[in-house]
């Protein structure tokens, strides 16, 4: 639909098509298209109320779309429930951490990446997963009284923990100092040698560092889709953001 | 003919008394999200008030109508200002503490007044549907559901305080920037609450036996209907006892009364699995 | 939600696992020494209420579901060992049936609100309003057209001289009164190892991760509704257990156990021993149960009056409950003495580190 040149394999990875949201008289997102490949990594920006993170939620079974189909490789998941999309192989780390506050760093862990395996490939999964976040120091710690860049890592360290095919980050950098920020662009750019990625994010040094392909969400419709560079470097977005309206 | 005649009659009369009984613990749940498991007990003083009154030489109307909100009322301002207020917020604490005061309200008032069961006389005589005969307190109870959903709907309408009251419901912290303090409100609507359950227990009084653990056998209908009404005060308990109170009296017609609460159980316990959020947590969302 | 006071609740650590079994053993063997039959009845009732205090700290401490009705299932496993011990002699099916029916009950009402993903109050009013009617529809059922098999229900009055469990397979050998000591105590054992194995086990940590977060256990791939009716359900079967040797310890059962204030008396188990412990809820049963006997000797006041100004009280002033309290003032009291012994010349204060206390407490 935008200014994509590279051919796209057959079969898409995600594909929204015509996903709408609607809540009492608000369209929060309209009609929108929207198809990601196997291992790419996409980062979705727009000002505050655009639909990102509703979007997000359509995508991972918390909302049911109004309107719209939704699919993912072969599966038809519109209106399926969250644990059977998270099943089909779909993470998401959302805005506000969902963790598990009451239980320690590795418990929360253990949880996530327990679900189809023995007992002791699930401990030295775990194992693995802390280490590679560098939780490992704080494995016993209740998630509860970690400071916020703290809680951010256990939930990115459950989201990697349960093997996503789809990884699904909603403001990962959000409360992070400058290093953390660093990285998690790093990491990013790690997993998305196998995984493909989808980014929220607010921070526009940080889309630099990470992203491709940028999509831009605007009144819960899709401004326009392009290479980082073009995007960033386009009227209507830098409009978008300091708030004035180029539609 | 006649036969229908009285079912219609009773049907009509069930469904006030579903109402009555509900309107008290609708107010709490609907403004302050509280579940008041002592609402049977507040049911419960306001026929206790009554009771006393009737035997101290006060005229029953009085004894029956206008002093058990008044009393139960000022019964639950002092219990808000002692328990509730420290736990708002805590939806499960609230539960846990009314369940509480209603143990140890069924405690005090058999230590004061002994296990046993007290009455009432009925103030007003029975008339004829057809060939059937049926008792004119119905009338009494019918009069008593229609003005205090009429009374509670122009509060809520047309004072102040009701305004002020749908402000705080929506949003606490818009009252308070409007200078008033949500602190208030909620003692407030927690001691009307508490009112129209004395108002129900007063009213109920004459036809059931007055006893400390007499709560129960109304409490059980009242959560339903709660539940079946949804978000909406008014509507949700009209429309809910409605539902509920034909189902009810059709069925405990046919068998006993209790065999029309358990399918009254089962119909709400069908409808939540298809609204979750009540009748008025679907449709009618916006109403009162 | 949260329940604002399930705060601690993770697995407890092996060494007082092993505290609480070995205790209990103890109990079970040393009591027929000490007392004489008089209080080894009253201690087997208590062991069936401790049972009674396990399905609701379990159901509510560790799968943080709202179950104020926890009395409907203790009444119908009570019930259902009644029947069906008047009706088949042997009394081994029926303890069986005693855990299945309630179980079976449980499933269905589950199912309807879990699957109807009401909200947690709703669950707390819909399980307390089942309690009422089951209470009100037994009520009801005095008169011989009432009647399953050869057991009447007999309304109010309940149901008389419930035959005690034999020996298994031999209908005339009833236990006496040592023998019902030694299975109401065993089998409380045997459910507080159950339960704990539960807990360790994956099932187990999936229920306590959606009493924590709910929205990230769904996320991951678990259905909570599912967890939560498996809870309910379990929790069920041990009530019905309970409820089964509580009708063996009384010999009779009348609609009393479905009443709101038994409900009401579990909760107060679990609330004043502690939310989110298996040890508090049994020592808050015995504790309570302790009382009311202890009070039920005057007539002064209602012992209703007392049970709901503890409850108020607990709820305002000691949300947490007995245990916790107590064992995070031997955690400070330990941690202080330490830090002290600690506070000599080169040694390193940040040793007495809190966390690490705390990782090797569950």
């Avoid at chain 1, 898409?12 to 996903?19: H, K, V």
């Avoid at chain 1, 401990?123 to 998630?143: N, P, Q, S, W």
């Avoid at chain 1, 989808?198 to 326009?224: C, S, W, Y």
Wanted: glycine share 12%; aromatic share 8%.
């Amino acid at each position: 639909m935008n200014g994509l040149t590279a051919p796209r394999p057959l079969r898409p990875l995600l594909r929204a098509e015509g996903a709408t949201m609607r809540f009492g008289g608000v369209t929060a997102v309209d009609a929108v298209d929207f198809t990601l490949d196997e291992v790419e990594l996409r980062c979705l920006i727009g000002p505050n109320g655009a639909g990102k993170s509703t979007f997000f939620k359509m995508l991972t079974g918390q909302l049911t779309p109004s309107a719209g189909r939704i699919r993912f490789r072969d599966a038809d998941i519109t209106g399926a429930h969250p644990h059977e999309i998270a099943r089909l192989g779909v993470g998401i780390k959302t805005q506000v951490p969902n963790v598990f506050n009451g239980l320690s760093v590795r418990e929360n862990v253990f949880i996530a990446g327990g679900r189809r395996k023995s007992l002791a490939r699930t401990k030295r999964f775990v194992d693995e997963t802390l280490e590679r976040l560098r939780l490992t120091a704080i494995a016993g710690r209740m998630v509860g009284q970690l400071a916020h860049g703290q809680r951010q890592w256990v939930e990115i360290a459950t989201v990697l923990a349960q093997e996503p095919e789809l990884i699904l980050l909603d403001e990962p950098a959000a409360g992070m100092t400058h290093e953390e920020v660093h990285r998690t662009a790093e990491l990013i750019r790690e997993i998305n040698r196998t995984h493909a990625v989808i980014v929220v994010e607010h921070d526009m040094p940080f889309i630099r560092m990470i992203a491709k392909t940028v999509t831009v969400f605007n009144q819960g419709r899709i401004l326009m889709q392009d290479e980082v560079g073009r995007v960033l470097a386009d009227q209507r977005v830098r409009d978008v953001y300091l708030g004035k309206q180029a539609a | 003919m006649d036969l229908v005649g009285l079912l219609g009659f009773n049907v009509f009369t069930g469904v006030a008394t579903l109402a009555l009984i509900t309107l008290g613990l609708g107010v709490i749940y609907g403004m302050m999200r509280i579940i008041n498991l002592a609402h049977g007990e507040f049911m419960m003083l306001g026929a206790y008030t009554a009771v006393v009154a009737v035997d101290a030489g006060v005229n029953i109307w009085v004894a029956m109508l206008v002093l058990p909100p008044l009393i139960v009322g000022l019964i639950g301002l002092l219990i808000e200002r002692a328990v509730i207020r420290f736990l708002y917020g805590r939806m499960m604490d609230t539960m846990l503490a009314t369940w509480g005061i209603s143990l140890g309200l069924i405690g005090l008032v058999t230590t004061l007044y002994g296990n046993v069961v007290r009455g009432v006389s009925t103030p007003v005589g029975s008339f004829e549907i057809g060939r059937y005969g049926a008792s004119l307190y119905s009338l009494v109870i019918i009069a008593a559901a229609l003005a205090a959903l009429g009374g509670m709907l122009a509060l809520l309408r047309l004072t102040r305080f009701g305004l002020i009251l749908r402000a705080t419901m929506q949003n606490p912290r818009m009252a308070a920037a409007l200078g008033v303090s949500p602190d208030r409100i909620y003692m407030a609507t927690f001691a009307l609450g508490a009112g129209l359950a004395g108002l129900a227990g007063g009213v109920l009084a004459p036809i059931s036996g007055v006893s400390p653990a007499m709560g129960a056998a109304y409490i059980a209908r009242a959560f339903i209907t709660v539940l079946g009404g949804g978000p909406a005060i008014i509507t949700g308990t009209g429309l809910a006892a409605s539902l509920f109170g034909t189902i009810n009296e059709l069925v405990a017609f046919r068998t006993t009364p209790v065999i029309g609460d358990v399918v009254l159980l089962l119909a709400a316990v069908l409808l939540i699995r298809v609204l979750p959020q009540g009748i008025t947590g679907r449709y009618l969302r916006r109403s009162l | 939600m949260i329940p604002t006071t399930a705060r601690s609740g993770t697995i407890a650590g092996p060494a007082g696992f092993l505290a609480v079994v070995a205790c209990g053993l103890a109990l079970l063997f040393g009591a027929p020494h000490v007392t004489e039959s008089f209080g080894l009845v009253q201690m087997t009732g208590f062991a069936a209420l401790a049972m009674f205090a396990l399905s609701q700290g379990f159901v509510w401490g560790y799968g943080g579901i709202m179950s104020f009705g926890q009395a409907a299932f203790l009444g119908l496993g009570g019930y259902a060992y009644a029947v069906s011990v008047i009706n088949l002699g042997d009394s081994t099916l029926p303890v069986l049936i005693a855990i299945a029916v309630p179980m079976l009950f449980a499933a269905a009402l589950g199912y309807f609100m879990f699957f109807g993903r009401i909200s947690d109050a709703y669950v707390g009013v819909i399980t307390l309003t089942v309690s009422v009617i089951l209470f009100q529809l037994f009520n009801t059922t005095s008169g011989s057209q009432y009647r399953i098999g050869q057991a009447e229900l007999g309304g109010f009055n309940g149901i008389p001289a419930i035959p005690v469990i034999n020996r298994i397979g031999e209908p005339g050998e009833q236990l006496d009164i040592e023998g019902l000591w030694a299975v109401a105590m065993s089998a409380l054992i045997l459910v507080y190892v159950l339960l704990r194995a539960i807990l360790a086990s994956r099932l187990g940590r999936v229920i306590v991760a959606i009493r924590e977060n709910e929205t990230r256990a769904q996320l991951i791939g678990y259905d909570p509704r599912l967890y939560k009716l498996l809870a309910f359900t379990i929790s069920a079967g041990i009530a019905g257990l309970a409820g089964c040797l509580y009708a063996n310890w009384g010999g009779f059962i009348s609609p009393t156990v479905f009443g709101l204030s038994m409900s009401a008396q579990v909760i107060i188990y679990v609330l004043v021993g502690g939310l989110g412990t298996l040890i508090g809820p049994m020592l808050g049963a015995v504790l309570i149960q302790s009382l009311i006997i202890a009070a039920g000797t005057q007539s002064m006041v209602d012992s209703n009056l007392g049970l709901g100004l503890v409850l108020v009280g607990f709820v305002l002033l000691v949300p947490e409950g007995l245990v916790p309290v107590a064992r995070r003032l031997v955690v400070g009291a330990a941690e202080r003495f330490t830090a002290r012994k600690r506070a000599t010349p080169g040694a390193e204060p940040a040793a007495a580190n809190p966390a690490l206390a705390e990782g090797g407490g569950r």
